[in-house]
């Protein structure tokens, strides 16, 4: 069996295989590939001219523009290079709501099918498992034939719980992440807005093309409970005996002011927003990040 067939479909997989996942920005890799980078160096796309300073190269002057104007120029060009993503995986004990299957389960098998998508265009892919205090796997972006191997591993013995970290683990992530990148930020963000956007911050900062894929239960959407429930928290909560329909009402006007509150965090830092309900199909979730990425 292949190895992303212990999480993914075969059908799927093979959707996957007719998908491409670019990204929109420009970004750094230390191959050829796809996608262009900010690099300068002696590729076959022209940027521009810019004078000649002591310690350029004599061989980049254009010596027809040299002969027409008496005034050396050298020519700069983009280098065509391969796309680096690392994607941050939210291990919080939140994530294990749903019954036939949690929101963690989802983002596992999510995570793996746009691992296995950008792997398979020889693009560089990366993880990191983001868990209570902060701490975490970390697996650095690479292209290898193994790295999918590396990923489905680390994704097999991650389990979720404890108290929402994502922000801390973000920051620490920063730190290990030397170049430009795609960063894929799957989570159901129900943390504080005001300590995420410390780390989203920090990734704008070092100027990472930032994607928060959301991942919402439809009960956590619409809150159907119409009668009294025990809802027993999941991240270290005392339990509560709650009459639905009594605080339904509340309960949809603090979400919608929790989302509102995301949104302009993401406008500030410049991030793309998909919000994704775990009833829907995970090719659907897989092609919303593919058309983000344009």
């Known amino acids: 069996m292949h190895v992303l067939g212990r999480l993914l479909d075969p059908q799927l997989v093979e959707s996957l295989n007719h998908l491409a996942l670019s990204a929109r920005r420009v970004v750094e890799g230390n191959t050829i590939g796809l996608h262009r980078s900010p690099v300068k160096g002696a590729s076959v796309e022209f940027r521009q001219h810019r004078l000649y300073v002591p310690g350029d190269e004599p061989r980049r002057i254009d010596w027809r523009v040299l002969a027409r104007s008496d005034r050396a120029f050298v ?30 389960d989802y983002a596992v098998r ?9 792997l398979a265009q020889t693009e560089a892919a990366g993880l990191a498992i983001a868990r209570a205090g902060g701490g975490g796997d970390y697996l650095a972006p690479a292209a290898a034939s193994t790295q999918l191997a590396r990923i489905v ?40 807005i005001d300590s995420l956007r410390k780390g989203l911050a920090r990734l704008n900062h070092d100027r990472h093309e930032l994607v928060l894929v959301r991942l919402l239960h439809p009960d956590e959407i619409s ?24 605080v339904r009402k509340i ?44």
């Open 75 to 104: 020519k700069e060009f983009d280098e065509e290079t391969n796309l680096r993503a690392t994607i941050f995986l939210d291990a919080s004990g939140s994530m294990r709501y749903g019954a036939k299957q949690s929101k963690f």
């Open 110 to 118: 999510l995570v793996a099918g746009l691992s296995y998508l950008m």
């Open 153 to 192: 591993d680390l994704l097999e013995r991650a389990n979720c719980e404890g108290p929402t970290a994502l922000d801390r683990t973000l920051l620490r992530t920063a730190d290990r992440m030397d170049r430009r990148s795609l960063v894929i930020v799957v989570s159901d963000f129900l943390q504080p």
């Open 223 to 246: 809150f159907p409970f119409r009668s009294w429930a025990r809802f027993k928290g999941l991240e270290g909560e005392t339990p509560r005996l709650i009459e639905g329909p009594a």
């Open 251 to 294: 309960y949809l006007e603090n979400f919608k002011k929790h989302e509102d509150q995301l949104k302009q965090a993401c406008r500030a830092m410049k991030a793309d927003l998909l919000t994704c309900p775990t009833d829907q199909p995970l090719l659907n979730a897989v092609m919303a990040v593919v058309r983000r990425r344009g």
